[in-house]
């Protein structure tokens, strides 16, 4: 966080002058920066009270230019500062002037309801001190997309649908009162770059703080699936989000609590026990108990996602695709682990709220139950295998 540059807020901020601040951090995305200047106008006209707009941007010059003649255009302020998203953010936060902070990514489009409804659940929640608005996602949907939807990476976009308190929420959506902000030290610069995570570690702060985030659908906005709609752009985004995962956890360790063991940290416990049945037995096969359960625990995913909805079975390639996205991000998290030496988040999860915990262990007990199922069966394929070698 950056507690230097936020200890000296503007005059602005003390006097708390009344309306919303959107900040806006981007980088080499002109087109999407001119619709979202274009629809955040329409959305200023809609509003009953005073706002402005400051986009805090690093792109090459000549996309600089481009953008800041958009601002310039639009009646938006311009900053070329560079950094990480997180640090843009808190710039463009230290030179805003209003009590309600809005961050917004470039690659969305405000519908004329975003900045009244975000003020309105401040008018309507006077406890209130953050909120995340609704986000759509709105464009092309290639096959890509509909993998995509087949995969839990979705879900955090989809938090805000019905009104509600939430720990946190994605931050191409949400503003938090200046005050509060500015308390917290703004967002997380320390973590390593590039990270994904930073909204939901603003979040526990904030939560540590005995305060919660209002959900509001009424302040929707629409973000783009281009920037989803190529492999490596998921890819990339798979990888900064499980790095972001492991840097919360070994930040917020002592919230950490045992729970079924993830698939990594099953082969963890599987590989000496490999090892000592080929000692044992005098052969290698042993050694494939890992192998044989990582196949095993794939399959089982798959049949998982199946009969959670029987329709998904008519596209058995999506499905397939789906779940190696989910073994990318598995295996990024574990290589994370290694690399910081703590192994502790294979074999446990996080949990904040106390009311929480008879839910997450009724589900993770199907889950352990499951993963029994997959270690028997991967025991007796490697024991059939030992068998016909030995004959």
């Not at 690399?339 to 008879?358: K, Q, V």
């Amino acid at each position: 966080m950056n507690r230097e540059a936020l200890s000296k807020p503007q005059k602005a901020s003390e006097q708390q002058v009344i309306g919303i601040s959107v900040i806006i951090p981007t980088y080499c995305r002109v087109l999407m920066c001119e619709t979202l200047l274009a629809s955040l106008q329409i959305s200023q006209q809609a509003c009953t009270v005073p706002s402005e707009i400051w986009m805090i941007d690093d792109s090459p010059e000549s996309d600089a230019q481009k953008i800041q003649a958009a601002c310039d255009r639009y009646g938006a302020n311009y900053s070329w500062n560079h950094g990480p998203v997180a640090q843009k953010r808190n710039i463009g936060a230290h030179k805003s002037r209003y009590s309600i902070l809005l961050f917004v990514d470039s690659d969305c489009i405000a519908t004329p309801g975003l900045l009244q409804g975000h003020w309105d659940t401040y008018q309507q929640e006077s406890n209130c001190v953050a909120v995340v608005g609704k986000t759509d996602f709105k464009g092309a949907k290639p096959c890509l997309w509909e993998v995509i939807e087949l995969t839990p990476y979705l879900d955090a976009f989809a938090i805000a649908h019905c009104s509600t308190w939430v720990v946190w929420g994605p931050s191409n959506n949400l503003s938090c009162r200046r005050e509060t902000f500015e308390s917290l030290g703004g967002f997380d610069e320390t973590g390593p770059q590039p990270i994904g995570g930073e909204d939901a570690e603003f979040g526990y702060r904030l939560y540590y703080q005995g305060h919660m985030m209002r959900t509001c659908p009424d302040a929707l906005i629409y973000h783009t699936t281009e920037t989803w709609n190529t492999l490596p752009q998921v890819l990339v985004r798979l990888l900064r989000w499980s790095r972001g995962d492991i840097y919360l956890k070994l930040r917020y360790w002592q919230d950490l609590y045992y729970d079924c063991p993830s698939r990594f940290g099953t082969v963890l416990l599987l590989v000496p026990v490999g090892a000592v049945i080929g000692l044992f037995f005098d052969t290698f096969l042993g050694l494939l108990l890992p192998a044989a359960f990582l196949i095993i625990s794939f399959a089982s995913r798959i049949v998982q996602q199946g009969m959670i909805s029987p329709k998904r079975w008519l596209s058995p390639l999506k499905l397939l695709a789906a779940e190696s996205l989910i073994l990318f991000y598995d295996t990024c998290s574990f290589v994370h682990c290694l690399r910081h030496r703590f192994l502790l988040p294979l074999f446990s999860c996080m949990l904040f709220r106390p009311e929480d915990a008879l839910i997450l262990w009724n589900s993770q007990i199907i889950q352990f139950g499951i993963r029994c199922v997959e270690i028997v069966l991967s025991g007796y394929v490697v024991w059939t295998l030992m068998h016909l070698n030995l004959s």
